[in-house]
Nanobody, 120 residues
Framework: QVQLVESGGGLVQPGGSLRLSCAAT????????MGWYRQAPGKRRELVAA???????NYADFVKGRFTLSRDNAKNTVYLQMNGLKPEDTAVYYC??????????????WGQGTQVTVSS
């Protein structure tokens, strides 16, 4: 199966920065899109940013130029650079990927989630 491995979460002060990474590994034929979602306690999971293998991006309005999504297609990895972090950014961040598995075809896969806490 294809799995997603996330890293980069942690505790940061307001105005600080974090960089999240997500790598897809396993029986991969192709990765068609990757992105990040987040979920705070009592809230629904929401899209933060997504990118296709061709480089087309889609950002949530609340990012407002603070976050930048990039990818390394050769490594099947996506990066989320988060600057100017605010307390309301506190959430569990989940990587998502639409992949073509060699054996079972196209699937959506989710990472286990990484905690981002913005507090002073």
């Amino acid at each position: 199966q294809v799995q997603l491995v996330e890293s980069g979460g942690g505790l940061v002060q307001p105005g600080g920065s974090l960089r999240l990474s997500c790598a897809a590994t396993g029986s991969i034929a192709s990765v068609n899109a990757m992105g990040w979602y987040r979920q705070a306690p009592g809230k629904r999971r929401e899209l933060v940013a997504a990118i296709t293998s061709g480089g087309s991006t889609n950002y949530a309005d609340f990012v407002k130029g603070r976050f930048t999504l990039s990818r390394d297609n050769a490594k099947n990895t996506v990066y989320l650079q988060m600057n100017g972090l605010k307390p309301e950014d506190t959430a569990v961040y989940y990587c998502n990927a639409r992949v073509a598995d060699i054996y079972i075809g196209e699937r959506d896969r989710w990472g286990q989630g990484t905690q981002v806490t913005v507090s002073s």
